[in-house]
C-alpha cells in the first residue's frame, strides 16, 4: 500500500479537527496554515470527508469544518476509503491456473490485504489524537502540532 498525498492530508486535516476545542470548527484557511498544506487542494479533501460523513460543514463567520462523530467513531480507513485511496492487492494481476506459485503468491497477497485493511479499520482517529497529545507534551505545551 501506498499512501498518497490525498490520504496523508486527509488524515492531518481530521486528526487537527481533533485537537480543536469541542472538536472545531475551524476553517479550511486554519487548517491549511497550522498544517502546512495548499488551501484549494485540501477544500477539495474536506468536501469528500463531508460527503462521507465524517465532517460537517458551518457556514458563517466563526464557521468552517467539525468532525461529524467522536474521533473514536472514526477509523483510518473510512478516511482513506472517503478519499478514495485504495489497499486493494494486485488490482491487475490475473493469476495464471497453471502455475501453483502464482495462486500461492496471488493467496499470500490477498492475506496480507486482509490484515492490512483490518488495521486500517481498527486504528481510530482518537488513537491518533492521543499519539498526537503524548508527542505535544514530550514537547512542551506551547508547542503547535503539525504532522
Known amino acids: 500500500m501506498k499512501l ?9 486535516a481530521l486528526l487537527d479537527l481533533s485537537l480543536q476545542p469541542d472538536y472545531g470548527p475551524a476553517s479550511v484557511r486554519a487548517i491549511a496554515q497550522r498544517q502546512d498544506l495548499p488551501s484549494p487542494y485540501l477544500e477539495k479533501l474536506l468536501i469528500q470527508l463531508r460527503h462521507a460523513g465524517l465532517v460537517h460543514s458551518v457556514r458563517g463567520a466563526h464557521g468552517g469544518y467539525r468532525l461529524a462523530r467522536a474521533p473514536a467513531a472514526i477509523s483510518l480507513g473510512q478516511i482513506l476509503e472517503a478519499v478514495g485511496e485504495t489497499i486493494e492487492p494486485l488490482p491487475h494481476h490475473h493469476p495464471n491456473h497453471q502455475q501453483a506459485e502464482d495462486w500461492v503468491t496471488l493467496t499470500l497477497w490477498k492475506r496480507l490485504h486482509q490484515k492490512l485493511k483490518e488495521a486500517l479499520y481498527s486504528i481510530s482517529l482518537a488513537d491518533l489524537y492521543y499519539d498526537a497529545r503524548s508527542w505535544q507534551a514530550s514537547q512542551g505545551e506551547g508547542h503547535q502540532f503539525v504532522i
Open 4 to 12: 498518497t498525498t490525498r490520504g496523508h492530508y486527509s488524515v492531518k
